[in-house]
């Protein structure tokens, strides 16, 4: 726990002392070695005094006494829990009853009120000034490490490339049912995305660096407020920019290489709207998630621009039930954002984003969930109704029934981040089984067809 | 063999917080509580690096006393004690030097053997410091009433 940022004391203060059944006073004795003594007391909040029990170890008047009350409950077979403690410092005063003490400032910490892992967030400048002192205290310089596996895993965002392989792979299923399908030109499609997807990443984190948000955000998840690499210390903002310089390199030769082999203007201009959108989604001048945008954005680049470019390049042509299909996958991918960025809104108010749960209430921002979630599968069955999806795409609604659990959890757990992780964790399942029911509904109705019609699968 | 009084061992050995006192450049005391480990001579504590004003303390101010005095977090133990001493940080490697006391701080808080495996979650909670303390007197309360005299050794004592 961390050295106090004391502050004067307050009635909060005494009155969480009074929780306790005792304590432990400390002062520093002639010979520098502090001296300590437990002892009860009780404490008179009108006051602004502690009356002590006076101890066997006698209590100095002529120098500053701390007093601590803590607590845990122990747990057989883990440890403990239930760390809680209050910190006072003040003068010693002998009375005729007794001995008052007259605390002038305080600390404390209690995880139920500021979970450890916030509260650990909120210590990370103090973390960052211990290594700039280690280094030059040892000549070199220290830093904080992780394995290179998890340094690249964290740095990139890789787990969430889903958001990236369910709509390209749903473009060139579609296009597979259209009649085109060609390995080699999905495979090219598909590392081509997911490099642009790290590139938006990556620049999210160095934007969101610069402006302050990810630093001003002390609730992060493993969902939400960045890779925190940079914040950690774990990787330097200049190595995070040069990744995200090389990622999108990368996806844009890959793209190029694309339009060479299958040229076309929708390809083209696919291509360009995404690198557009990908870098301008936290970068100046456009910003476009600080100005409430950030869910759009998502839909478009991570639904309809994913689909229908693999879906160009298979077939040199767009197509309006490719871009039904990429509907339901732009709504569910726009609600990771959406559901993300509860935690964050604390934060990202303070950076000056603008995002919907910042400007919206609990109960606008849950209804609107389920709302969105609703009308993705209401598409679903319109676009089988209307013919524009195979029949077999009905197999995405066995998802359904998982949009009510969230938006209960959103509900329930709104104010709180930690519990909320669960909730985000299953929204992004949402959007990877839909995406993956859908993309089987599409496989399922290109098998039938080429059953059904004698055709050869391959 | 360490020479405290076998009541004090056995609280170092048992107890899940201690009340660690350093003193800061200012001269003033600040009392942390802390997990106390025990090796049977010299008592350690680790700190990461996300709480690690008290090691610049320690640094400048390496005299610290530390107290053992819920019984509750004693497991039932009924006495009490302090404990003065000179600590040292040991950190040579923030990554990996504090790892030597895994052993000793995973047998009073199991749990930190899961948190080990997700090290990759929190990671600067597992840059760390050690912090060696040798005794050097020993105060102690061995029915726990605090408001009498307490018991007292010094190791020049029990040298001589």
């Known amino acids: 726990m961390t050295a106090p940022a004391a502050v004067g004391v307050g009635r909060r203060h005494l009155e969480k002392l009074a929780t306790f059944p005792h304590a432990v006073a400390s002062w520093v004795g002639d010979n520098g070695y502090p001296v300590q003594t437990p002892l009860t007391f009780e404490v008179d909040a009108d006051a602004g005094t502690v009356r002590l029990d006076a101890p066997g170890v006698p209590l100095p008047e002529d120098r500053e006494v701390n007093i601590i009350a803590s607590h845990i409950r122990p747990q057989p077979g883990t440890g403990y829990d239930e760390r809680r403690y209050v910190s006072l410092w003040g003068r010693i005063e002998r009375r005729e009853r007794g001995v008052a ?5 305080a600390w404390g910490w209690d995880e139920a009120e500021t979970p450890f892992f916030e509260y650990s967030e909120r210590t990370l400048p103090q973390a960052r000034r211990y290594f700039r002192a280690l280094s ?12 290179r596996l998890w340094t690249v895993l964290l740095t990139t965002r890789l787990p969430f490339l889903t958001a990236t392989i369910v709509p390209v792979l749903l473009g060139i299923a579609v296009a597979a049912y259209d009649g085109d399908f060609n390995f080699w030109l999905a495979l090219l ?6 490099a642009v997807h790290i590139g938006v990443n990556t620049t999210n984190d160095v934007f969101d660096a610069l402006s302050g948000a990810d630093e001003a955000n002390v609730n992060p998840t493993q969902f939400s ?7 950690r210390g774990i990787v330097s903002l200049r190595t995070m ?3 995200a310089a090389g990622a999108w390199l990368v996806g844009i030769i890959f793209g190029l290489l694309l339009f060479a082999m299958r040229p076309s203007a929708e390809l083209l201009v696919i291509g360009m709207a995404g690198v557009v959108l990908g870098v301008f989604y936290t970068a100046p001048p456009l910003k476009l998630v600080h100005r409430g945008l950030g869910e759009i954005v998502t839909a478009l680049g991570f639904g309809p621009l994913m689909v229908l470019g693999a879906y160009a390049v298979q077939r040199q042509a767009l197509s309006w039930d490719a871009f039904v299909a990429s509907v339901p996958v732009a709504i569910l991918v726009a609600l990771i954002l959406y559901v993300n960025e509860i935690p964050d809104r604390h934060s990202d108010a303070r950076a000056g984003k603008r995002t919907l749960p910042v400007r919206f209430s609990k109960r606008a921002i849950a209804t609107m969930f389920l709302c969105s979630a609703l009308a993705a599968f209401a598409t679903i069955v319109a676009g089988v109704v209307a013919g524009w999806l195979p029949l077999a795409a009905l197999v995405a609604l066995v998802a359904l029934p998982m949009v009510f659990g969230i938006h209960r959890g959103i509900r329930e757990h709104y104010d709180r981040p930690y519990e909320l992780m669960p909730v985000m964790g299953r929204n992004i399942q949402l959007h990877l089984v839909t995406g993956l029911l859908l993309f ?6 290109i098998t039938a067809d080429a059953v059904f019609s004698g055709a050869p699968l391959s | 063999m360490s020479w405290l009084p076998q009541p004090v061992q056995e609280l170092l050995e048992r107890a899940l ?9 200012r ?4 009392t942390h509580p802390m997990l106390p480990l025990w090796d049977g001579e010299r008592i350690y504590m680790t700190s990461s690096v996300l709480f690690s004003r008290k090691l610049e303390h320690i640094k400048q101010h390496p005299q610290v006393a530390l107290s053992i005095s819920d019984p509750v977090a004693a497991g039932g133990l009924t006495a009490r004690c302090s404990i003065q001493g000179d600590a040292r940080v040991i950190e040579d490697d923030p990554h990996v030097t504090w790892e030597r006391i895994i052993p000793l701080w995973i047998a009073k808080e199991p749990a930190v053997e899961a948190f080990l495996n997700a090290r990759y979650a929190l990671p600067l909670f597992f840059e760390r410091s050690l912090i060696e303390i040798t005794p050097r007197r020993v105060a102690w309360w061995p029915d726990g009433d605090a408001t009498r005299e307490p018991s007292v050794l010094r190791v020049e004592e029990v040298a001589a």
């Open chain 1, 101 to 105: 003490f007259h605390p002038s400032r």
């Open chain 1, 136 to 147: 030059e205290e040892q000549g070199r310089e220290v830093r904080p490490r992780l394995s």
């Open chain 1, 189 to 194: 499609t598909m590392i081509g995305a997911c």
């Open chain 1, 225 to 231: 407020g960045g890779s925190r690499v940079i914040q």
């Open chain 1, 241 to 243: 920019a040069l990744v």
């Open chain 1, 440 to 445: 089987a509904g599409y496989v399922i109705a």
């Open chain 2, 17 to 25: 917080v201690c009340e660690f006192t350093v003193v800061s450049p």
């Open chain 2, 27 to 30: 001269g003033r005391p600040v």
